[in-house]
Nanobody, 127 residues
């Protein structure tokens, strides 16, 4: 059973930082591409970052490029999203997703390309 669990969300002031974690179980993360998405109230889900299975491809949405960084820890079977210089418009529920199609190791910012998702973690940026 493929499972992803996000953690690390919370309340942070504008300009602050958070690191989100995505813990994988039931599969080896090394073989899978992972995407990060977010959804703000009343808005569509937005793909913000992805990394392919070998990290040979890493992509960021323009809205987060230069502020967010994705990384992996193979030993812990974890993926991280480091978020710096957070802005109020970054407020959303953040999700990690895996199992891209047609290749499970791919990198995509499209939610329909992913087969399984975590439950999400809330990030609120406010003073």
């Amino acid at each position: 059973q493929f499972q992803l669990v996000e953690s690390g969300g919370g309340l942070v002031q504008p300009g602050g930082s958070l690191r989100l974690s995505c813990a994988a179980s039931g599969f080896t993360l090394d073989y899978f591409g992972i995407g990060w998405f977010r959804q703000a109230p009343g808005k569509e889900r937005e793909g913000i970052s992805c990394s392919s299975s070998t990290d040979s491809t890493i992509s960021y949405a323009a809205s987060v490029k230069g502020r967010f960084t994705v990384s992996r820890d193979s030993a812990k079977n974890m993926v991280y999203l480091q978020m710096n210089n957070l802005k109020p418009e970054d407020t959303a529920v953040y999700y990690c997703a895996g199992g891209t199609s047609p290749s499970v190791g791919g990198c995509s910012l499209l939610s329909e390309d992913y087969g399984f998702w975590g439950q999400g973690t809330q990030v609120t940026v406010s003073s």
